[in-house]
């Protein structure tokens, strides 16, 4: 069974940083793409940051010089790095996984979630 397993969120205040990581577990085949999505109470779920297998990267332009997302591929963790928060960044946070292996169907894992709340 996989499962991602997310950590690093928290409580900060305006301007200070936070690191968020999904480490997968279980057995994997084929990844595609791994990313960040988080959502607000009221507002609907948004891409936050995205991850190829090729290294190529997407961010939401709310984060774009602010936030980097990276990947350890010996363990396939993928690191979404918060600086300089803001209180519109406070959301639940999700690690996504995609897997798509040649000529077969594309699968996607969620993690559980993690919370990153930013006071001002």
């Known amino acids: 069974q996989v499962q991602l397993v997310e950590s690093g969120g928290g409580s900060v205040q305006a301007g200070e940083s936070l690191r968020v990581s999904c480490a997968p577990s279980?057995?994997?085949?084929?990844?595609?793409?791994m990313g960040w999505f988080r959502q607000a109470p009221g507002k609907q779920r948004e891409l936050v940051a995205g991850i190829t297998r090729d290294g190529i990267t997407n961010y939401a332009d709310s984060v774009k010089g602010r936030f980097t997302i990276s990947r350890d591929n010996a363990n396939n963790t993928v690191y979404l790095q918060m600086n300089s928060l803001k209180p519109e960044d406070t959301a639940v946070y999700y690690c996504?996984?995609?897997?798509?292996?040649?000529?077969?169907?594309?699968?996607?894992?969620w993690g559980q979630g993690t919370q990153v709340t930013v006071s001002s």
């Open positions: 279980g057995r994997l085949f084929s990844i595609h793409s």
């Open positions: 996504k996984l995609v897997t798509w292996p040649a000529w077969g169907t594309s699968r996607e894992y």
